[in-house]
């Protein structure tokens, strides 16, 4: 299936800016066409934040020795309503620790984020699912659209604590619409309300004719004549019968109705 995302494997690099933190030390910001590089100052120094660097394949996160939580970020994707949709990013957490610090596989998370104009979905923070880091491997999320909608996704990287040096890879991130199971997933929007012509014929028909009862005393052997309808009324059954008709699969019942709308017209 298609893949909503635009340079899905982080190539075609521009180059944002520099920063420079409180202890002089300079980083820089470079984005992949069709995104933009986003993060959270996580240390009192606003700019003590990782870089993002183009390589020959995929970005990289750069941080080192610091608190971080950063990501790429793409806008204007157009989901279609009543959709399951997976996402999917290929990736390494090269991560190392100093003085034979033992590997912390939890130092390292990651999740997809998915906001529409009105909501926002947050996925849970995941960590490798390998006995090891500096593992390439795939990482989904799936959820459902309710409604058509344009939303954004951000995929997030973050170390909670600053005593580990990472160099976070993305190779690839994908978009697709995939086929719905009994899988409970997150859900984004509100399901469409999907009314049939019977279902409105019939509605129309009820309160018409709940009407019509509150205008009919308890007499017998009274005819369609002594029926007070406004011509409007006669208009509204009459169309709602023949609405029926024709949604009918049975000849017989759609002949019936389309005579039933007849007799009613011509009491106008």
């Known amino acids: 299936m298609a893949n909503l995302i635009q340079n899905s494997t982080l190539n075609d690099w521009q180059h944002v800016r520099y920063f420079t933190d409180q202890e002089g030390k300079t980083g820089t910001i470079e984005a992949p066409a069709h995104w933009e590089f986003v993060y959270i100052p996580k240390e009192s120094d606003p700019n003590k934040i990782p870089q993002s660097l183009h390589r020959d394949n995929g970005f990289v996160i750069s941080a080192g020795y610091r608190k971080w939580e950063a990501g790429y ?5 157009q989901l279609k309503a009543g959709t399951r949709y997976q996402l999917k990013a290929r990736l390494k957490a090269d991560v190392n620790f100093p003085g034979g610090q033992a590997p912390d596989l ?20 995941a960590m490798t699912t ?29 170390s909670f604590y600053a005593g580990n040096d990472c160099d976070f890879w993305l190779y690839d991130i994908s978009l697709i619409p995939v086929e719905k199971t009994n899988a409970i997933v997150d859900k984004l929007g509100t399901p469409s309300i999907v009314t049939t012509t019977e279902e409105i014929a019939a509605d129309v028909i009820e309160t018409a004719l709940n009407k019509v009862e509150t205008t009919i005393p308890v007499v017998n052997e009274r005819s369609l004549n002594d029926v007070k309808l406004t011509i409007e009324e006669i208009d509204m059954i009459a169309g709602a019968l023949r609405s029926l008709g024709v949604s009918s699969s049975d000849s017989n019942v759609s002949n019936g109705l389309n005579k039933l709308a007849e007799v009613l017209e011509r009491l106008k």
């Open 106 to 125: 939890t130092a390292i998370t990651w999740r997809f984020t998915v906001e529409s104009d009105d909501e926002i979905l947050h996925q849970d923070w």
């Open 73 to 77: 970020q793409q806008s204007n994707l």
């Open 130 to 158: 390998h006995q090891q880091a500096k593992q390439t491997e795939d990482f989904y999320y799936i959820f459902d659209a309710e409604e058509g909608m344009t939303v954004s996704i951000t995929f997030w990287a973050r």
